[in-house]
């Protein structure tokens, strides 16, 4: 293995398929229990979280990740904002004829270190093969599920008037490195995807401050889309501070290049959180104390409204409301 | 809605977006609780059994089904398998623009009909849109989470020499319905996919039968996949009796024609059952009691062998080794 290219033939239930099953898969991820049946067996107690996403990403590698870990951090961060930690996780490919298996070893690879980072097992998979010209290299469905601690309640529904908005740090990375990447551009400092997952920073987040009303990873449609669906979901107004919200100056140049706006650029590696006010400093804290929060800042604040809506103060003082985007603004960027 | 196509525009996380899951997949499919958030909540105590499942296949409408009911059976049957009860199943949708929004629907409502009978809810999703060219109208992978009942232990694993081995009916529908349609071939009798949730037919099969050792479903590569798949979990050999599978007549006309053996042809409505010798009658009788187990047989035994593998005694009375098939035979067939 490791030379060659997938064939049709490796996706059709035969031979050859649990041969790439075992030498691709299996050799990195490792298997359920017991290994070979159709369905993983976990054990678990109480309220669980269970999420999936489909992963499309083009390209297929970027600087700072891969669809692979793409796929892992997606799913374990999206069980991360309902407070779950993720008990496992399934991974199924639909593969363009042609890939070279060198491509999905490199891709399996990067879901095997995210896993691990995670801790989270891949317990279950599948594998399809279409032909060439009918998909786009590789396709990569992951679903998870967590258990959620008792006593924990986190949802988009629940932001409360008085809440601070934090931010775990810069945003925008990972639209622009994807970007950048298939537009062939080059800025003088590169832009890496922040492709990260969060289990453990949400864990001590929530450790130090058990006011933690919601959590979100604003993915596709950025913060703006994000913040959007939180103040339908509570019925509240969000006042967002522009001049708050962190934003890499490379981020900034490819942004203006581009004529793109990065409150609406996709991040993979970032948690909005809306907490209580007494626990604001205890919570930027915390996150600030993990690695992937240190840049962690307040960027607004949840108020009583009649209007679920999202109001935008601009650097320049101004209010002006601030929508979930209409139309196409970067696609295939997860 | 309900004219038009996708557009890229539907995947990206905005105004659009919204919209389209409101109107497509919410109406139809409900919502997870609490609905808007990035993961469902599921209760649940005890052993779980967790699958996935990729569906590309071509064409998305065939006769009995089309490529949504065939997601929510085939990932429902995995959960069967494990003798599990489903409590919640993912749906993440791949859509190639251009795919008619009529015919997206038209998928939704087979989804629906599909999770209705087999008593289960799509707790939550994903939509991703992709360049024309870049998919072949809609993929769909579904993941389902079910709980297993105290005591039952059923696996790939279990078989144990003396078992007899029974399909629920007869085997290749869903193969050659799909093929006939995609080649445009007509055949006197229709073919029709035996696509169907069978979750009720294996709770009543195990509550008859409690030494029900091995359930698999022979969907990609058949029966013949299916039982080497088995054969070597639990290191025996597996008698097929040629004679005694069940396969209708229009399915072997259209094999005859294709150059095809409905022992390799994909099924998606069938259970194999293995169980302990002094339940084999009860097992059959609670199978044919059921509307998708009346034509249930006996098709064979477990023996105790030095060697993992599938034996088939053939209509001559001949032995041979009935191996998985190496190499292509339907891709795309689910």
Redesign the interface.
Known sequence: MGEGRV???H????????DLIARVFISRLGT?D???????????????????????VDPIFFPGGDIGRLAICGTVN??A??G?RPL?V?????IEEGLAIQDLERIVDGMARAAGEAEVQV?????????R????GV?I?T????A?PEGISI???NARPGDAVLVSGPVGDHGLAVLSRREGLQFEAEIVSDCAPLGGMVQALVAAAPGVHVL??P????LA?ALN?IA??SQVEIELLESAVPVRPAVAVACELLGLDPLYA?NEGKMIVMVAPEQREAALAALRAHPYGAEAAMIGSVRESGTARVLLQTALGTHRIL???????????C
């Open positions: 064939l049709l033939a996706g059709d239930g035969g031979e050859m398929m649990a359920g017991p290994p070979g049946d159709d369905a993983a067996r976990l054990a678990a107690a109480g309220q669980l979280a269970f999420t999936t996403d489909a992963f499309v999206d069980l904002t309902a779950a496992a399934s991974a199924s490919f639909i317990a279950t998979g599948d594998t399809k093969v279409v032909p010209g009918k998909a786009d396709y469905t679903s998870g599920v967590g959620i949802s988009g529904a979100r990873d993915t596709r449609g950025g889309a669906e339908r979901q996709a929508d979930r985007h209409v139309g196409e603004q970067m696609p295939r960027i």
